[in-house]
């Protein structure tokens, strides 16, 4: 199974940054993204209510609803991360490797300059603020 997540998740690459968007090759933002790529693997996590600045933990709440947390010191490729900034759950994305002791994931990145999915090394300071981590068990 995350051979299937992690093509599905790649075959999104390049899709172009956009708040609220969940389309494949259109645009995505990092919910619609990780959102899409399980819903065309045929597993509902759909969340349609976040707001672009989410209050508190409420992305972890939500996805807490639709999969299986474990512990983030177990996380593997495949997986879904939350990172915390500020008290805040801000971004998410999957992870899709691990080569040179260092996981790498994929994500809609919204950076000036960058505003598309990429794959890119999950650098110290971001893999600090991972806050949770979750497992699609299997897909329906």
């Known amino acids: 199974m995350q051979q299937e997540i992690i ?12 708040h609220g968007q969940c389309r494949k090759g259109v645009s995505a933002d990092c919910v619609g993204f990780v959102v899409g790529v399980f819903r065309n693997l045929g597993y509902d996590v759909f969340y349609e209510n976040y707001q672009q600045k989410p209050v508190g933990d409420e992305l972890y709440y939500e996805f807490k609803k639709r999969l299986v947390e474990k512990p983030v010191s ?3 490729i495949g997986d879904v991360i939350l990172f915390k900034v500020f008290k805040k759950t801000i971004h998410t994305g999957i992870l899709s490797d691990y080569s040179k002791n260092t996981f790498w994931y994929i994500h809609s990145d919204d950076r000036p ?3 598309k999915v990429v794959e890119t090394p999950l650098t110290p300071n971001w893999e ?4 949770y981590c979750f497992k699609i068990i299997s897909i329906s």
């Open 128 to 131: 600090r603020r991972i806050a």
């Open 7 to 18: 093509k599905e998740a790649r075959g999104w690459l390049g899709t172009k940054w956009r």
């Open 74 to 76: 177990e996380k593997d």
């Open 113 to 115: 300059g960058v505003c």
